[in-house]
């Protein structure tokens, strides 16, 4: 066991890559605070193409874990929310989420709404691994496409 967390860590090392970098800053965005990871990760990827899968699935997990917490607060918020029950738009919004399930936070990838998404759905008590399971897939297509399309458009970099 020791050997695997050893191999991990040194996969994780900055000096070494900059993955653990593109973890935190993938997580953090995954969280109520406006950020986005998209040009680290791509930024990562100019500097050490051969990277592309490890990097893609470093920054689903970091996201995806990120998407966890922003569910956690949204579980235990409940004192906070009930101030606002009873806007229309509130009210729809819930109806909507509780109407889809789970499945809603295959939406967690959307800039804006994905986060607070997150949150209602943990608020709302959705099921924790079903969340996570849609979380994932959806982050996982989000980095996938978008970073396959800015490789594409831009194969050489930005030039300044």
Do not use: Q
Request: hydrophobic share 55%; charged share 10%.
């Amino acid at each position: 066991m020791d050997l695997w967390i050893n191999h991990l860590l040194t996969l994780l090392a900055l000096p070494n890559y900059g993955l653990s970098t593109l973890f935190v800053i993938a997580f953090v965005s995954a969280t109520l605070l406006p950020m986005g990871s998209e040009p680290a990760l791509f930024g990562l990827l100019k500097l050490n193409p051969e990277l592309f899968w490890p990097a893609i699935l470093v920054a689903t997990a970091g996201n995806t874990l990120g998407g966890a917490v922003s569910w956690a607060m949204g579980w235990g918020s409940h004192r906070l929310v009930d101030k606002y029950r009873h806007s229309a738009t509130h009210l729809r919004a819930l109806d909507w989420l509780e109407r889809i399930g789970p499945k809603a936070c295959l939406l967690s990838w959307l800039p804006i709404i994905g986060d607070p998404l997150c949150a209602v759905a943990g608020w709302l008590k959705l099921p924790f691994w079903s969340c996570l399971l849609y979380m994932a897939i959806g982050k996982f297509g989000r980095y996938l496409v978008m970073t396959g399309m800015l490789l594409w458009v831009f194969p050489g970099g930005f030039k300044l």
